[in-house]
């Protein structure tokens, strides 16, 4: 019973006692940041890049929603649809200028990730990637919503559904304060495993 992504769960398997002989593990790395290796790096860059796509998405329907409902909507006020007014083509203008930087980054990313570009910096462009995406997804939903009016709050609405469904882009990892903190620490040349961690 969650606010967003309904249509979706997550389960812990827990194996009690359970043994695995040596034979069967493929492999044993450092806990922290001194594991990450480019094995590790790929479950991330995986994980991280495809989250990104999956709130660039959102925000690119919640776009095309958005142009289509301002299109026919109508107030007392005005002679044609809202469409004419300044603020709502202001509005649709910062969704675009939002979407046109998050697809161009993401691709970027996952096009020098899979074709091996050698950046010493590659965890720092999966994570800020991922981040940059959920961010702009959020500024989309927000801006979409206040273009909708009222409507946008009614469970009938589509429009509804996917600001809850946005919400959860940020608890994804890594969640805003992670990012920030692996991304500063890794570009001031900080290892992210000393300790204490802050201070």
Not at 97 to 116: C, F, K, N, Q, Y
Not at 179 to 199: C, V
Request: overall charge negative.
């Amino acid at each position: 019973d969650v606010m967003g992504m309904r249509a979706t769960r997550s389960d812990d398997t827990v194996l009690e006692g359970a043994f695995v002989p040596d034979k069967y593990i493929g492999r044993v790395v450092p806990a922290g940041a001194a594991g990450i290796d480019q094995f590790v790096l790929s479950i991330f860059a995986w994980a991280l890049i495809n989250f990104g796509n999956v709130y660039y998405g959102l925000a690119s329907r919640v776009r095309d929603l958005t142009v289509e409902s301002v299109k026919t909507k109508t107030s007392v006020a005005m002679s044609r649809p809202m469409a004419y007014h300044a603020e709502v083509q202001h509005g649709i203008a910062e969704m675009v200028m939002e979407l046109e930087a998050i697809g161009p980054h993401l691709d970027t990313v996952a096009r020098d990730w899979s074709d091996g570009v050698p950046h010493p910096d590659m965890p720092i462009k999966i994570v800020a990637a991922k981040h940059h995406a959920v961010e702009g997804a959020f500024r989309i939903v927000d801006r979409a919503l206040d273009l909708s009016g009222g409507f946008g709050m009614f469970k009938k609405s589509e429009l509804e559904r996917l600001f809850r469904d946005c919400r959860a882009g940020r608890f994804h990892p890594a969640n805003s304060a992670l990012s920030h903190e692996l991304i500063a620490k890794l570009t001031l040349g900080i290892n992210p495993d000393e300790t204490p961690r802050w201070g």
